[in-house]
């Protein structure tokens, strides 16, 4: 079976203080994506990150960057000198291929994390 | 611009009443997807559809129905045998490939009372 886990609900911040978001996934798959979405008070889910289960590399896009660790079954996200604007949920994604044919990729979110930078 | 739309944002409905939500994309994915969002319980899958005239249930199916006439096109109807249907719903859209992100239409909020 295949499940997210983001055990951390809500987090404050002041602003320009680092956080770091935790992802801790589960799969018997060896092949598989993991993706970070960002909801902000509009509601609507906006992509972040794609990873793919072959690719450890950390990456590094702006003030945010992504830790992918395939012997602990994490993909935490890191917002350095955070801002208000980054005040949101984010959620954290695994992908699977489908077991049966025409299913289509399979998608499991976590819970969420809220986000509160305080200015 | 391409990209998903939900309308309305908002509906309020009486209980007892079916309401349908729409939802439509120019992106040409293959794949749509319905999610309900509840307060501290993330994103649960009602319906999706890889293909037209075909779809399957997902988590959180009874009380919902669903049709795919349309590529663009993947409508939600909330029955009046849904418990508890006031929730934020979410459609999305994927490419039918393995890796592919699913792409998210703005929501629409369902009070029903």
């Known amino acids: 079976a295949q499940k997210v886990t983001q055990a951390q609900t809500e987090i404050s911040v002041v602003e320009k203080e680092d956080v770091t978001l935790d992802c801790v996934y589960e799969?018997?798959?060896?092949?598989?994506?993991l993706f970070w979405y960002k909801q902000p008070p509009s509601g609507e889910l906006v992509f972040l990150i794609r990873?793919?289960?072959?690719?450890?590399q950390n990456e590094i896009s702006g003030r945010y960057s992504w830790n992918f660790q395939k012997s602990t079954s994490s993909f935490n996200f890191t917002i350095t000198a955070s801002q208000v604007v980054d005040s949101a949920v984010y959620f954290c994604?695994?992908?699977?291929?489908?077991?049966?044919?025409?299913?289509?990729?399979?998608?499991?979110f976590g819970t969420g994390t809220s986000l509160t930078v305080i200015p | 611009d391409g990209g998903i739309t939900q309308s309305p944002k908002y509906l309020f409905r009486k209980e007892g009443q079916n309401v349908t939500l729409s939802c439509e994309q120019n992106?040409?994915?293959?794949?749509m997807y319905w999610y309900r969002q509840d307060p501290g319980q993330g994103l649960r899958l009602i319906y999706y559809?890889?293909?037209?005239?075909?779809?399957q249930k997902g988590d959180i199916a009874e009380g919902y129905s669903v049709s795919r006439e349309k590529k663009e096109s993947f409508p939600l109807t909330v029955t009046s045998a849904q418990k508890n249907p006031t929730a934020f719903y979410l459609c999305?859209?994927?490419?039918?490939?393995?890796?592919?992100?699913?792409?998210f239409g703005p929501g629409t909020r369902l009070t029903v009372t």
């Open positions: 999305a859209s994927s490419r039918y490939l393995a890796g592919g992100n699913l792409d």
């Open positions: 799969t018997r798959d060896t092949t598989y994506y």
């Open positions: 990873r793919n289960s072959f690719d450890e």
């Open positions: 994604a695994l992908s699977v291929l489908p077991s049966i044919s025409n299913t289509g990729n399979q998608f499991y």
């Open positions: 992106l040409n994915h293959d794949a």
């Open positions: 559809s890889q293909i037209v005239n075909d779809f």
